[in-house]
Every structure is written in C-alpha cells, then in structure tokens.
C-alpha cells in the first residue's frame, strides 16, 4: 500500500498528474515557508495599514484570525497592495487603472463567499493565486502532450511534456504566483487558450470543422480574458493574425472556396475577441473621466490623445515606462537581474521560430532512429501538429521580451515568463534529448544548471519580497 501511494514519486511519467500535484504542494510550501519566516515589513508600513483598513470593527481573537494576519501581511506586498485595495472598493485613482482590471474584478467576485473574513479580498486573491497556478500547470501539461506526444507511445515526449509542466510549478516567478498577483491567472488562461489553439488542429485534421472553428473561438475567448487580466495577453492576438494573413492570401490568390473564408472570418473573431478584452478596461476609464458629464477642467489630459488609452497615460506619466525611459546608469541591477530571463526567452522563442532541423520535422521518431540522426535532432512532433504551431506560439514571447527590454521596468519579465510555455519546452527538450542536458546550441550552458538557479532565485526572492525588498 505505501509503495502504491509513493507511485507519482517513483514513477511521474506514469502519474503525472498526481505528481505533478504533489510538487506543487511541496514546492508552495517551501515559498510560503520562505515568506512566514521572513523577517518582518521592512521599510515600507503600506501592508499593516491596508490590513488594519480590513479589520477595522473585526473580531482578531482566534488563533486562525492570528495566523492568517501574519501570512498575509507576508503576501500583501507591493502590486498586491494595489490588487486587493481595489478588489475591496473599485478603481478610486487614475493610477490604479495600471492594475489589471479582470484580476480585480475576479478577486471582488470571489471574496463575497468570504464576507465573515476581514481580510476576504485577500484571501480570495492568495486562494485564486494557488488555484490557478496548480490548474495552469495542468493545462501546461495537456497542452505539451497534444503537441509533443507522437500517435505511437514516445517516453521522450511523455518526459519534456512533465517536464514542461514542473518548470511551471517551480517558475522563477515564485512567490507571485502565491501572492494576490494577476501572474498565476493570466497563466492559467493564457494556457486554456493555447489548448483550444493547437486542438482546432487536430479537429481541422480529422475534417471536424465545426469543431475546429468551436476550438478557434474558446480559444480567443479564453485569451481575451487573459487580456483583461494582463495587458500583455493582447500579444497572443498574433498567433490569429499570422493565420489570418495566410487564409486571406490562400483566399485571394489560390483558393477562393468558402471553407477558407468561413475559417478566416473565425479567425478574425479570435482576435477581436482579444482585442476586446484589452479595449473595454480602456472604454470604462473613458466614460468615468472624458464623457461629456465630467466639468470640463477635470478632464484628463489623455481623454484628448488621438487613442484615449488611461493604461498608456498611467504607464507613462506615473510609472515612466515608454520607449528607453528605464535606460537610465540607476537601473543597471535591474538590467543585470532580468539579463538571464530575457536571454531565456529569446533564445527560446528563437529555437521554436527558425527550427528547421529534423527535431522540429513531420518524420516520424522510428525514421530518425533509422536514419541514425543524432537523438538531440529526433522528431518527437506529433504529425498532427506542424512545427509552425510552436512558431507561432513563440511570437507573442519574443514580442515580450523585445518590449520587456525596452519599454517596460525590465526586471517584471522575470515574472511575467511565467505564462508563456516556448520557454519550458526548450528548457525540457534540453533536458530531455541532449547529453548532460546541454541547451541547444549553447553546449556551455546546463539546463539542469538553469533550473537549479530558478529554484534559488525563487526563494531568495520570496524572501526579499515578503520584507518588503526589491526586487518586485
């Protein structure tokens, strides 16, 4: 019977998922470890005021009120302040209307089940942290198999796509995918998205098409939420864009057949819905402070800009983030801390995009063991899926990173890497099929090496950020 109950340890690949949920509670226990022993609020009393503002007429007596007071004021730090604050009583300040609208309202929506709890809004967003990290990491794992998991059982593809889904547990983001931070959610249907993505594939293949275009749009749907939830979610709608580039070109120039527009117009549904989702967060800002109602001397400079976006105002003129605005000698740390991450997510999405080798080929696994290829060169690719759906899902992260470098507060990427999976299936392919787990092309550099200092850098972090330390 105890062997039984040790099988997701000693075997994953045969019960992934209940390995998987067994990492992810060990893995959040370490990080929530990390942050309960941390030493205290550091410099910055925000966290004991916000959480005083909640108890403000409650009854603290238990021991449970106690406990959840000290791991909270733990969590509740930076953004998270910002998050819960509004979740408790809407957008009050221009500035706030940065923090991600879909979160909040999320959080608001989850804490009425926890109205006898002074603290209910955050707990709801520490609760959906948790819950939406341990169900991305699910999909993360689906999502792998559909993709990589060739028509004839292959243990390489069973191993990078468990892989993938354990570096997602153990993301360098770390403690904020714990705290009442919109990372973990973003991720969660980020990655729904993707699924339904690569599962209209499969469905065009077996000549499903309503199925395929019922796929197409759960997916922009899904991607849409993640939009309102993160603004960089609107990156995905690249993946819509490329297909509808080709189908409109097929349209125009090869095939004229209806079945191409309808899936066109599909497409073009996909992506309206994405951006959908990052233009009404914008229209409610619009109509508190530009509309026709407001005195015309309490009208914010943006209501006049040719696109009226609070989110691109506030980013610029509270938070200096635009076009090399953080290239400045005082932020070369964070330049240096986020150095490691960007080169990742380069790299990776660099591999997915001009992979043209036989690793990223239709052919079969049984035809690279053939041809005696070289097993860091085999085809784990399901037929099913071509190379060009890894492509795509590389763009929107190489987007990332581009802007990450020289638009945004740089060191946010580290965090931010945790929603997009190019950067786990390179690290588990590397792990997986070459030797000693040597980064393709980068024979200098161990992927186990990079996981060991992920895992480091997440615990350190989770200590700095639970006393109130950069960085954040």
């Known amino acids: 019977m105890l062997l039984h109950s040790l099988n997701p340890f000693t075997h994953p690949l045969q019960y992934p998922k209940a390995s998987l949920i067994a990492l992810f509670i060990i893995w959040k226990l370490v990080i929530l470890l990390v942050a309960f022993a ?6 910055d009393s925000s966290t004991s005021l916000l959480i ?20 909270l004021g733990r969590l509740i730090r930076w953004d998270a ?23 909040t309202r999320l959080t608001a929506l989850l804490s009425a089940g926890l109205a006898n709890s002074p603290y209910a809004e955050a707990l709801a967003g520490v609760a959906m942290a948790h819950i939406s990290h341990l169900l991305s990491a699910l999909v993360l794992h689906g999502l792998s198999v559909m993709i990589f998991q060739s028509v004839k059982k292959n243990e390489e593809a069973s191993a990078i796509a468990f ?16 705290a009442p931070y919109a990372e ?3 991720a969660l249907f980020q990655f729904v998205g993707f699924f339904f993505y690569a599962k209209s594939f499969e469905e065009q293949r077996q000549g499903r098409m309503v199925r395929r275009d019922l796929s197409v749009i759960a997916s922009g749907l899904s991607l849409g939420l993640a939009t309102t939830i993160r603004s960089n979610g609107i990156l995905s709608g690249m993946i819509f864009a490329y297909d509808a ?23 073009v549904f996909g992506g309206l819905s994405i951006a959908i989702g990052a233009v009404f967060p914008q229209y409610l800002a619009y109509l508190e402070y530009c509309t026709d109602q407001i005195v015309v001397g309490e009208r914010r400079l943006w209501c006049s800009n040719k696109i009226p976006s609070v989110y691109a105002w506030v980013q610029r003129y509270y938070w200096n983030s635009g076009f090399l605005r953080y290239w400045t000698a005082s932020n070369i740390p ?22 043209t080798s036989f690793y990223l080929s239709h052919e079969s696994h049984e035809q690279d063991i053939q041809q005696n290829r070289p097993k860091s060169n085999r085809s784990i690719f399901n037929g099913a899926y071509p190379p060009t759906i890894v492509r795509r899902f590389a763009l929107p992260q190489l987007a990332l990173a581009l802007l990450a470098l020289t638009n945004h507060h740089v060191q946010i990427i580290i965090r931010l890497s945790s929603g997009y999976p190019v950067l786990y ?7 997986v099929t070459t030797p000693k787990g040597a980064m393709t092309g980068i024979p200098w550099i161990s992927s186990m090496a990079v996981v060991r200092l992920m895992v480091m850098y997440a615990i350190i972090q989770g200590g700095l950020f639970s006393s109130f330390l950069p960085p954040a």
């Open 163 to 178: 892989l993938s889904a354990c570096l997602h547990v153990i993301s360098p983001a770390g403690i904020f995918l714990s």
């Open 184 to 186: 973990s959610v973003f």
């Open 38 to 43: 941390s030493p205290g609020s550091g410099y």
């Open 245 to 267: 580039v080709l189908d409109a070109t097929t349209l125009i120039f090869y095939d004229g057949r209806s079945a191409t527009l309808q899936k066109l117009v599909i497409e």
């Open 334 to 355: 964070l330049f240096i801390l986020a150095i490691p991450m960007l080169f990742l997510l380069f790299r990776s999405g660099i591999w997915a995009v001009t992979a």
């Open 52 to 71: 005083s503002q909640f108890e403000h007429g409650a009854s603290l007596e238990s021991a449970s009120r106690l406990g959840e007071r000290r791991i």
């Open 425 to 431: 299936w390179w690290l588990a392919s590397a792990m």
């Open 81 to 103: 302040i910002y998050f819960t604050q509004i979740a408790h009583r809407g957008y009050r300040f221009e500035q706030e209307w940065a923090f991600g609208w879909g979160f």
